[in-house]
């Protein structure tokens, strides 16, 4: 089987628990003789990007059309059997979904966290559970909160694109 692996890699300064998990799998599905490509995006690069750039990132959450149409590309170019979609965040956008769906190719993802019903991920606010999003169209209670980092502003695009993605990681994806 011909599987192509598309997340985001965190910082490398903040250990991911999500990096190590597709490390593993990768090898764990050639060990077994599968054919493995990525297509992967580096959080760290954000740092090497001029000034206009990292201003841009918070667009891309929402929508990276660049990584959509460079990810079609790549799927008509090299046709894999799936895709396995683990983390979009922030480089990659639920745009790669939309990839999938202009090629035809059926999507697997993993949820690592629950960023498709809560913006920063965690259902988690001042130290407690928190589900005030869960089935909201509009997550504001996350932006009121400034629950990502603490901040009304860094919330968001992550709330921006939980609004305008929610269908599509439901219709876009294949298995969970």
Known sequence: MHV???????????PSGENRVVDEEVGLLRAAGHRVDLFERRSDDIAA??????VAVPLLVPWNPSARAELTARLRADRPDVVHVHN?????????LA????????????????????????LHR????????????????AVRHGCYRDSRLATVPLAVSLSVNRRRWWSGVDRF
């Open 99 to 122: 990839a999938c769906a202009d090629v035809g190719v059926p999507v697997v993802a993993t949820l690592h966290n629950y960023t498709q019903v809560c913006p920063p991920g965690t």
């Open 4 to 14: 192509l692996v598309v997340h985001n890699r965190y910082s490398s300064a903040q």
């Open 126 to 141: 001042d130290g407690r559970q928190c589900t005030e999003c869960v089935g909201s169209a509009l997550p504001l209670p």
């Open 49 to 54: 990007r001029s000034l206009a750039g990292k």
């Open 88 to 96: 979009v965040f922030p480089l990659l956008s639920p745009s790669v």
